[in-house]
């Protein structure tokens, strides 16, 4: 749940970048914008968060039993019942934020609509994408590029949004690779994700040129400026990391859960190259501001996950 900060990020980024593209260069964009609504993007960010979150839990419960007793629900600390209501209303709050987003938002319904289509991305994985290989690999990336939009359906920067989707499918694929998860991976699914993601790609370049030629240049209709460099260079960046992780991991499975863990962390760097890019230097300090709030969050759970296991009392199984 600490990674809900990168999901926030993400959504922020591309709030500013509309703002930006709206306003010009010379407008204030917090002055555009208000506390309420970056408020409003977060709650939106939260609940959808921790909707997946609780729900992959209530799907995972007796799996959990067996292989995480120590875990809130195979341990009875909250029942089946109270997770339930909680699952329902995060939902009911990512829905009612983007309700008001959109009623806000010149009186357009598709940031809505597309909160509710993230919402069934993401119940689609916890029900049966994790076990489908490369199509859930593929919904992994879905999930982020839609959220991504909730806050900017018009793509201002189409880059960001295709950026997130690439690397946390191809992150995910990687990190499940080396974990060595079942049903392995193979060439056939390597293929489908990467065919996949070229197609997906492909698709949104021509639907945002057909969408602005008539307008734009290329160049302008697709956001090719300089400050594409930074993400570029942030891209790179990641790749380093990656092999630093391989490379300093004293197993192929640690290294993949390393993988996966700074792999969403980086989504934070990627929302504050394209914000310092197109948005401003000042707004891209605040976003890079949530990667050490993430980071440190991740260990604080890790910390009280630990104190909380020490605490149960220790489950013993019948002998055979």
């Known amino acids: 749940m600490a990674l809900v900060f990168t999901a926030i990020a993400d959504a922020w980024c591309n709030l500013l970048l509309l703002t930006r593209w709206q306003v010009g260069p010379t407008v204030s964009v917090f002055d555009q914008l208000g506390f309420s609504t970056l408020a409003l993007v977060a709650g939106i960010s939260i609940g959808l968060y921790a909707f997946g979150m609780t729900l992959n839990d209530l799907i995972d419960r007796r799996r959990d039993a067996a292989i995480a007793a120590h875990r809130p629900l195979p341990s009875g ?66 999930i982020r590029f839609f959220h991504s939009l909730i806050a900017a359906p018009q793509m201002p920067v189409p880059w960001h949004s295709l950026l997130l989707l690439d690397h946390v499918a191809i992150v995910s694929m990687v990190a499940y690779a080396w974990e060595q998860k079942r049903p392995a991976l193979s060439r056939r699914h390597v293929g489908l994700v990467v065919g996949g993601l070229v197609l997906l790609n492909a698709m949104v370049i021509g639907l945002v040129l057909l969408r602005r030629l008539d307008r734009f240049t290329v160049a302008a209709a697709l956001r090719i400026q300089p400050g594409l ?36 962390l980086w989504l934070i760097v990627y929302d504050t190259a394209f914000v310092a890019g197109y948005v401003s230097l000042a707004w891209a300090g605040v976003i890079a501001l949530l990667l050490p709030v993430a980071y440190l969050s991740v260990q604080l759970i890790r910390w009280w996950s630990t104190i909380v296991s020490l605490s149960q009392r220790p489950a013993f199984k019948r002998a055979e």
């Not at 829905?95 to 319904?109: K, M």
């Not at 260079?233 to 300093?248: D, E, P």
């Open 229 to 264: 460099m930074f993400p570029a260079m942030a891209a790179l960046g990641f790749i380093t990391v990656a092999q630093f992780i391989r490379l300093k991991s004293p197993s192929p499975r640690e290294a993949g859960q390393k993988l996966m863990l700074f792999g969403l």
């Open 77 to 142: 600390r909250v029942s089946p019942a109270t997770a339930t209501f909680i699952c329902m209303v995060l939902f009911a709050m990512a829905i009612t934020c983007g309700a008001v987003y959109a009623q806000r938002s010149s009186g357009s319904w598709f940031s809505l609509v597309l909160v509710v289509f993230t919402a069934m991305l993401i119940a689609f994985y916890d029900f049966a994408g994790k076990y489908l290989v490369a199509p859930g690999l593929i919904t992994l990336g879905l």
